[in-house]
């Protein structure tokens, strides 16, 4: 089963951190990562820049519109994301605690991935006997 892990860490706490404890994590971390791809746990993941850099959208007055930033201001930062291969949410735990990066005050949300291929087949028939018509 796939879970998707949502790393949070602070910048402010970065920040503070000489160059040589950083890299120190970001070795202990990537590590970690090789460890759970070998072993068939990393599913996929992936870095994200800042949150200065993002930008969110959604509807507003009949129109989509954007915000400059995440959509709501708390001093964790969304860092990154896992897709994690394990057999149950309790494992996924297991595998997760043992990451080095939240020894360095990350936080992980894991959350099971959704199936939606049901709910795709349904929309993908009502689709096309609209398109039949």
């Known amino acids: 089963m ?3 892990c949502l790393g949070y860490y ?3 706490k970065h920040a503070g951190m000489t160059e040589d404890e950083r890299n120190a994590m970001f070795d202990e971390c990537f590590e970690y990562d090789e460890h759970l791809r070998a072993n068939g746990h990393f599913a996929g993941g992936e870095a ?3 949150s200065e850099t993002a930008l969110t959208l959604y509807w507003k ?3 989509v519109a954007t915000t400059d930033g995440p959509y709501v201001e708390t001093k964790e930062q969304l ?3 896992l897709v994690l291969e394990a057999r149950d949410m309790n494992h996924a735990i297991q ?8 020894k360095y005050g990350s936080i992980f949300e ?6 939606l291929s049901e709910m795709m087949k349904a929309s993908e028939q009502r689709r ?4 039949a018509r």
């Open 10 to 12: 602070e910048p402010a």
């Open 2 to 4: 796939k879970y998707i």
């Open 79 to 81: 860092g990154g994301i």
């Open 48 to 50: 994200l820049e800042p």
């Open 95 to 102: 595998l997760m605690s043992q990451h080095p990066a939240v």
């Open 110 to 115: 894991i959350r099971p991935a959704g199936d």
């Open 128 to 131: 096309r006997k609209l398109t």
């Open 61 to 63: 007055n009949g129109k």
